[in-house]
């Protein structure tokens, strides 16, 4: 049997709309089958207390409503004992809080975490919450992301052995320059 015209063309462009199709229906789906997305710090304990609370006079932005942008407004307007006094009165939220300066939450959620791992989220309840770093976000000129996978939480450490070159310490390699850095999900 003869098909008229390019057969591989046609092939080409059946494998592309097909694997487009697929896209749109998993996003589509996604927030159907997962719920929607939901600010790490927004469902943790002491949320409550955290939106009648206030400091300097100004109230907390919310967890939930608050964009990166405001909340990191917020933070730039206030001195560093200020932000020190919210990391240990709300540990969880300002450890989670998109927007709140990078190095204080790495600060708290190592704290928190009590293994030593730089974590830029940290959230230990159900399956686990967290993204590691290595290297200095402020300073970076480049900045790597790595998600590896769905499930991994803080007790199963996904990295061993999942990329060739990584030590069997569950950790990357150190960045060899001090302009890179990179996040883990």
């Known amino acids: 049997m003869r098909f008229p015209g390019n057969v591989r063309g046609l092939l080409r462009r059946l494998t592309r709309e097909t ?32 939106r009648v609370d206030s400091i300097a006079g100004q109230p907390l ?19 560093e004992g200020q932000r020190q006094a919210l990391a240990a009165r ?10 709140a300066p990078p190095q204080l939450r790495v600060e708290v959620n190592t704290q928190r975490s009590g293994d ?11 399956d686990g919450r ?13 900045i790597a992301v790595i998600v590896p996978g769905v499930g991994p939480g ?18 990357p390699p150190r960045s060899r320059s001090s302009g890179t850095a990179t996040a883990r999900w």
């Open 154 to 171: 803080p007790a199963r450490k996904p990295w061993p052995g999942s990329s060739p070159g990584w030590p069997s310490t569950g950790r």
């Open 90 to 99: 709300y540990p969880q939220i300002v450890g989670n809080l998109d927007g």
């Open 130 to 142: 967290i993204a590691e770093v290595t290297g200095d976000l402020s300073t970076a000129d480049r």
């Open 116 to 126: 030593g791992r730089q974590l830029l989220e940290y959230d230990p309840r159900g």
């Open 19 to 50: 694997a487009t199709t697929t896209l749109a229906v998993a996003i589509g789906l996604g927030g159907w089958l997962f719920g929607p997305a939901e600010p790490a710090a927004a469902s943790v304990p002491g949320v409550a207390s955290w």
């Open 61 to 79: 932005p919310d967890p939930q409503r608050a964009t990166p942008a405001q909340v990191a407004r917020f933070f730039a307007g206030l001195d």
